[in-house]
T-cell receptor, first 113, second 112 residues
Framework: AQRVTQPEKLLSVFKGAPVELKCNYS??????LFWYVQYSRQRLQLLLR??SRESIKGFTADLNKGETSFHLKKPFAQEEDSAMYYC???????????????FGKGTKLSVKP | DTEVTQTPKHLVMGMTNKKSLKCEQHMGHRAMYWYKQKAKKPPELMFVYSYEKLSINESVPSRFSPECPNSSLLNLHLHALQPEDSALYLC???????????FGPGTRLTVL
């Protein structure tokens, strides 16, 4: 079965510490990969996608095809980074579900002062 | 206008009621989606409309009935819901099926 795994339900770090939110996927081919973020009382929004290779709010994510991972990293966490983070692959050729986002279970990041 | 709007924000309904959720976008997006999100869970895809045609129905019970009157509007008609259908219902839109999805704020539905 095609799926995405975010092994940490909760990740708690101190301000200024590095943070890595893990994401592994099991898809054949080359899926498009996204990270979505949901801040408290805000709507779900795109953080970044691997194809753009951007750094957004200091976050980066590298696609590692060998490990089938798309971990999200930031060298120095800030309190405002506290949120729920979802890894979400989209497989362009996944049968009838072409183009669907499949959300991982999410990791709640808590950055303490 | 770069937002997806949803109405109402909150809805409480009995199991015999009929109600509708509405979603609107004016970004010219051709794909629109309904998701269901239970507390502390990720969004689960319910329906996908592509060019105003239903392309995906993820085995959703018939008490949920989607409708796409035009390219800017998406409705979700509710009838004879169960208490376990209580959740946050999210609407999203995207330019294409593999593009960034823009989410609305959701409708918090409570079924009594």
């Amino acid at each position: 079965a095609q799926r995405v795994t975010q092994p940490e339900k909760l990740l708690s770090v101190f301000k200024g510490a590095p943070v890595e939110l893990k994401c592994n996927y099991s898809y054949s081919g080359s899926p498009e990969l996204f990270w979505y973020v949901q801040y408290s009382r805000q709507r779900l929004q795109l953080l970044l996608r691997h194809i753009s290779r951007e750094s957004i709010k200091g976050f980066t994510a590298d696609l590692n095809k060998g490990e089938t991972s798309f971990h999200l990293k930031k060298p120095f966490a800030q309190e405002e980074d506290s949120a729920m983070y979802y890894c979400a692959p989209v497989h362009p050729n996944y049968g009838g579900s072409q183009g669907n986002l499949i959300f991982g279970k999410g990791t709640k990041l808590s950055v303490k002062p | 206008d770069t937002e997806v709007t949803q109405t109402p924000k909150h809805l409480v309904m009995g199991m015999t009621n009929k109600k509708s959720l509405k979603c609107e976008q004016h970004m010219g997006h051709r794909a629109m989606y309904w998701y269901k999100q239970k507390a502390k869970k990720p969004p689960e895809l319910m329906f996908v409309y592509s060019y105003e045609k239903l392309s995906i129905n993820e085995s959703v019970p018939s008490r949920f009935s989607p409708e796409c009157p035009n390219s800017s509007l998406l409705n979700l008609h509710l009838h004879a819901l169960q208490p376990e259908d209580s959740a946050l219902y999210l609407c999203a839109s995207s330019q294409g099926r593999d593009n960034e999805q823009f989410f609305g704020p959701g409708t918090r539905l409570t079924v009594l």
